[in-house]
């Protein structure tokens, strides 16, 4: 079993819908990163969390330490926010990070 | 925010060759670098960590003798994949990490090099 697992694998929504990506791990953590990667391959750290929200723009991510848990959602989305979403934690006090297998969504005009 | 490039984006090179992945922290010098690789559709395997001046620490399973990491200073990183077959082929992406206040850290991503092994 995957120590960062996250839903769902793959996701297709209509432009404007609301939309969650749910991340579940099973180790203990310092800090739960959010990333966004690109068709070309880039990648965009979103958030990254260690207790409680945080927003920016259409984007919100929480997370509940006790049951290890964090979501990401999408407010109004967009086609441009079609991507890879790829949750993230790191241990302790070292920076290396244990990644989910990321969520593949589309947003369709 | 901080910029981390890779140099090259894109490469191809024949079986039996060097070929070396440049990573740099463009505004602020990183603690850390990470190297990691990726394969299509799968997520991000961390290969090694690196720390300047210091040998990079490899994850179970990375040979080091094929992957040469050299951290020459605190904003350069460089990764050799040595000997280069076609089951190299994979889209390699550094990482670094900068301390702010409170010993609150942020990883920045480089935007990852494809190779192409022939």
């Known amino acids: 079993k995957n120590e960062v697992e996250q839903s769902p694998q793959n996701l297709t929504a209509q432009e404007g819908e609301f939309i969650t990506i749910n991340c579940s791990y099973s180790?203990?953590?310092?800090?739960l990163h959010w990333l966004q990667q690109h068709p070309g391959g880039g990648i965009v750290s979103l958030f990254m969390?260690?207790?409680g929200k945080k927003k920016h723009g259409r984007l919100i991510a929480t997370i509940n330490i006790q049951e290890k848990h964090s979501s990401l959602h999408i407010t109004a989305s967009h086609p441009r926010d079609s991507a890879v979403y790829i949750c993230?934690?790191?241990?302790?006090?070292?920076?290396?990070?244990?990644f989910g297998t990321g969520t593949r969504l589309q947003v369709f005009p | 925010g901080a910029v981390v490039s890779q140099h090259p984006s894109r490469v191809i090179c024949k079986s039996g060759t060097s070929v070396k992945i440049e990573c740099r922290s463009l505004d602020f010098q990183a603690t850390t670098m990470f190297w990691y690789r990726q394969f299509p559709k799968q997520s991000l395997m961390l290969m090694a960590t690196?720390?300047?001046?210091?040998?990079?620490?490899?994850e179970q399973g990375v040979e080091k003798d094929k992957f040469l990491i050299n951290h020459a200073s605190l904003t350069l990183s460089t990764l050799t994949v040595t000997s280069a077959h076609p089951e190299d082929s994979s889209f390699y992406i550094c990482s670094a990490t900068s301390y702010g206040p409170g010993n609150h850290y942020e990883q920045y991503f480089g935007p990852g090099t494809r190779l192409t092994v022939t």
């Open positions: 180790v203990g953590i310092s800090a």
């Open positions: 969390l260690s207790s």
């Open positions: 690196s720390n300047e001046g210091s040998k990079a620490t490899y």
């Open positions: 993230a934690v790191s241990r302790g006090n070292t920076d290396k990070l244990i």
